[in-house]
């Protein structure tokens, strides 16, 4: 079946990095669109990136542009987030997700998820 599994979270001062990563399996992992999003408390989860197929397409929300960074290594079957100047607004459990249509930044339309890894940002 397939999996996603997300690692690389933990609890950064603002400021800070982290390198998220999301190993997929059981998929044809160039087959399919690869996005990150993010879910904090109380709040519906949102769009934070997504690369197309070959890894030459990206996306980024407008919260996250110039300071976050998505790739893909479709030899590995991972994708990776690497997120600089972390801010406390950050903070979130960050997904990754899987997608075989362009539909575009919405959650809905992807298909599969991991479990989440949360990502805290202190201030």
């Known amino acids: 079946q397939v999996q996603l599994v997300e690692s690389g979270g933990g609890l950064v001062q603002a400021g800070g990095s982290l390198r998220l990563s999301c190993a997929a399996s059981?998929?044809?992992?160039?087959?399919?669109?690869m996005g990150w999003f993010r879910q904090a408390p109380g709040k519906e989860r949102e769009f934070v990136a997504r690369?197309?197929?070959?890894?030459?397409?990206?996306y980024y929300a407008d919260s996250v542009k110039g300071r976050f960074t998505i790739s893909r290594d479709n030899a590995k079957n991972t994708v990776y987030l690497q997120m600089n100047s972390l801010k406390p607004e950050d903070t979130a459990v960050y997904y990754c997700?899987?997608?075989?249509?362009?539909?575009?930044?919405?959650?809905?339309?992807?298909?599969?998820w991991g479990q989440g890894t949360q990502v805290t940002v202190s201030s």
């Open positions: 997700a899987a997608n075989l249509r362009n539909s575009g930044s919405d959650y809905r339309g992807f298909y599969y």
């Open positions: 059981g998929l044809t992992f160039s087959n399919y669109i």
């Open positions: 690369i197309l197929w070959s890894g030459g397409t990206k």
